[in-house]
């Protein structure tokens, strides 16, 4: 079962302890070169502690792990050479125009003051910033930061990219235009693992997942293999009247057993992977007086896979665990 080529990222029971609290636990991972994998959890399910071992920011405690067939451990100087790590907050100078960051970053990098101009003002038009290249970053939306700090990861283009909820606090304008980077990128050759806690995301991008909860790995698969592993359909309701929602809760559960009350207040989610049962449900609905704006049968989405597999929502995750920063310093 060898590959030709081998795998981005292979690791084998990944721990890592802070005093009393276990923030990884066994962790397995097996990247595809050229593939968005994303690592799918709530805060604290202990991805960002992950993404840093990966990174050879933190040493496990036990296990091992290959990033670009190169030893985390052994080999951390080869690791970080051929990666970049784009984590949750910003990494560019405030101080700074969005020019000045890229140039730096690119003299720092090796590149002479001709090229890293260049490329400088490549990235720049590339990621809709051109405009803004003379403006302070501490002027910058937080869209705008978010693009320009991708930019720096890839000032010279990296062969593996860790990218930590890239898209944290954004508008959704802003977040699918860092999809269209996250795309262009793995285009180019580009591998990306990409931790994020929004199932949308995760949905969007991602050629395979890994569902992380409390330090472990619960599930893995593509998107598609983990919609199918907790049921075949899903039928979804939407009400006119949200004060109907416990009656359409009561008949659903009764026609089609166990019922999924969705973040809408006007919406309820049950499985049903029979179209029939799935109008017969609908019809006692309407038989009952519950007013119906709109219903679909489908897959069920990657935010009742996570309710499925943990027994909590994405959102409300575990009690939260502290992902402690601890940095290990070069040998």
Known sequence: MASQAPLAIEATGLVKDFDETRAVDGVDLAVRSGSVYGVLGPNGAGKTTTIRILATLLRPDAGSARVLG??????????????????????????????????????LLGLKRA???????????????????????????????RRLDIAASIVVTPRLMFLDEPTAGLDPRSRNQVWDIIRSLVAGGTTILLCTQYLEEADQLADGLAVIDRGKVIAEGTPGQLKASVGTGALHVRLLDPDQRTEAERVLGRELGAVHLDPDPAALTAQCSDADRGAEAVAALARSGVGIADFSLGQPSLDEVFLALTGHSAEEGPPEQPEVIEEEQPA
Do not use: P
């Open 70 to 107: 190169y030893d985390i451990v052994e080999e951390a100087d080869s690791v970080r050479s051929a990666v970049s790590l784009t984590g949750q907050l910003a990494s560019v100078d405030e101080d700074l125009t969005g020019r000045e960051n890229l140039i730096l970053i690119g003299r």
């Open 115 to 145: 090229g890293a101009k260049a490329r400088a003002a490549e990235l720049l038009e590339a990621f809709g910033l051109a405009e803004a290249a003379a403006r302070l970053v501490k002027n910058y939306s937080g869209g705008m930061r």
